[in-house]
């Protein structure tokens, strides 16, 4: 559609369209607990007069003008406004970025076709025979996205995005007690979620296993290894956050010892944010209109960037890196992750296993915080035991000071993946990210 606003003088204006699809549908025990979709179009515009914002924001498109004039009439006109630091730093570019506009567009699947393949998982992956599994249930789901950003200052940008969501959990009963855990994958399109029978049963047999004989392990530190999906929520929580150059604008601690150019941690370990990578962080230009690139944020254990937006790009005196974002057309853009990921190292998993007399394997996590300290909680864990991956073990925390790790690290791995099925929050807002790293050793962790 051409839009052709009126763009009130004297201001910085800019008006951000955005479409959503959604389409979900749950099976629990065999029986369709939720089934739907939905799909809903609205606006965002902003008006800045060097001092302020101010925002409306409309599921009525013809309205868009009218939200420009009366936002306009109560700013301030500020002749000199393309000159402000931060108007200065918000690129031009015109663009029209469609990855998804294509037979794999979610919005042309049909309804019935996300039943047939929940039904073909049920078939494969659920024994009604199987005394152990007491409860179980599976999903399927998609949603696309069209973004459009144009602005006073030139920019008209439009872009689309795309997930497709599969899982399936099962719960055990095992002596009285029940358990859960299962597979769950995020993907950007719909046929790549077929297929995935062999993954999900290892999966059921690794919780089943855990559930039957994981024993308490005796609190402690402990030499680790970390599977890359452990080491991805670690990178994301503990280091990507940090990173984050909005945290410093009104944190001078986390501002003085986060200095670019300073020794953080091992040599072994490279770190970065791409938000070009079509993966469920996907933004090919945020929602400031900046284009997306890498930014290495530690390279070989060097501090070496940072994410911004506009603001913070400018108040600290460096580059913007495409990482302002929006939760939807209800929220202004924040500094934001999208794919941030630990480069792949040269180092063999059995190798960091074969050099560790008594330690732990962490496996899988279902989530994690960090900070100068970061806390993890394992859902799969087994003792190592003279250079052997042995039974499994019960760890509720894994935690330890994020600076110390990352100094700990002696082993990076070659066995790189990158997890699409990451959804972050922070200051209200939740948008999808990736991530990703390689299994790595750490030294000592705290275990309990």
């Known amino acids: 559609m051409d839009y052709q606003f009126r763009f009130p003088k004297d201001l910085y204006s800019e008006v951000r369209i955005e479409e959503y699809y959604r389409i979900w549908l749950a099976i629990q025990n065999g029986k369709v607990e939720n089934d739907g ?9 902003r008006v800045f007069d060097g001092n302020m914002w101010y925002t409306a924001t409309t599921n009525s498109l013809e309205e868009i003008q009218s939200q420009l004039d009366a936002l306009a009439a109560i700013a301030a006109p500020n002749p000199n406004i393309y000159e402000h ?27 019935n076709q996300l039943k047939e393949i929940l039904d073909g998982y049920v078939e494969k992956c659920i024994d009604p025979e ?63 979620l077929l297929g995935l029978e062999e993954k999900v049963l290892n999966k059921k047999a690794q919780y089943l296993n855990y559930a039957k004989n994981a024993k308490d392990i005796e609190p402690g530190d402990y030499e680790c290894v970390l599977a890359p999906v452990v080491t991805a929520m670690f990178t994301h929580e503990s280091f990507g956050h940090k990173s984050e150059a909005d945290f410093m604008l009104t944190d001078k601690t ?141 760890v509720h925390m894994l935690t330890g000071s994020v600076f110390q790790t990352l100094f700990d690290v002696d082993a990076v791995g070659d066995d790189f993946e990158l997890f699409d099925s990451y959804n972050c929050g922070k200051g209200g807002q939740m948008v999808r990210v990736s991530a990703g790293g390689p299994s790595i050793r750490v030294k000592k962790l705290s275990i309990s």
């Open 130 to 192: 199987d005394k152990d599994v007491t409860f179980w249930v599976t999903s399927i789901g998609g949603e696309h996205e069209k973004r459009r950003l144009i602005t006073s200052k030139g920019t008209d940008v439009a872009w689309d995005t795309q997930c497709c969501s599969f899982s399936m959990f099962y719960g055990f009963t095992v002596d009285g007690v029940t358990s859960y855990g299962g597979y769950n994958t995020v993907k950007m399109t719909m046929p790549e």
């Open 37 to 45: 979709e939905s799909a809903e179009v609205g606006a965002m515009v």
């Open 254 to 394: 986390l501002a003085e010892e986060w200095v670019l150019g300073k020794k953080v941690g091992s040599e072994k370990i490279t770190i970065c944010d791409d938000g070009s990578l079509v993966h469920h962080g996907y933004v090919p230009y945020d929602d400031e209109g900046t284009k997306a690139c890498k930014t290495y944020l530690m390279k070989e254990g060097v501090l070496t960037g940072r994410l911004h937006d506009a603001k913070s790009a400018s108040t600290m005196g460096e580059q913007k890196t495409g990482n302002a974002r929006a939760q939807d057309y209800h929220k202004q853009p924040i500094v934001r992750m999208t794919n941030t990921y630990m480069e792949a190292g040269t180092d063999k998993l059995e190798d960091m296993i074969a050099g560790i007399k008594d330690g732990v394997y962490v496996m899988d996590v279902s989530n994690g915080t960090g900070n100068s300290t970061f806390v993890m909680n394992p859902t799969l864990c087994f003792r190592i035991r003279d250079g052997k991956v042995c039974e499994p073990i019960r």
């Open 85 to 111: 630091p931060i108007v200065k730093e918000f690129e031009v570019n015109r663009d029209a970025i469609l990855t998804f506009d294509t037979e794999q567009d979610i919005r042309k699947v049909p309804r």
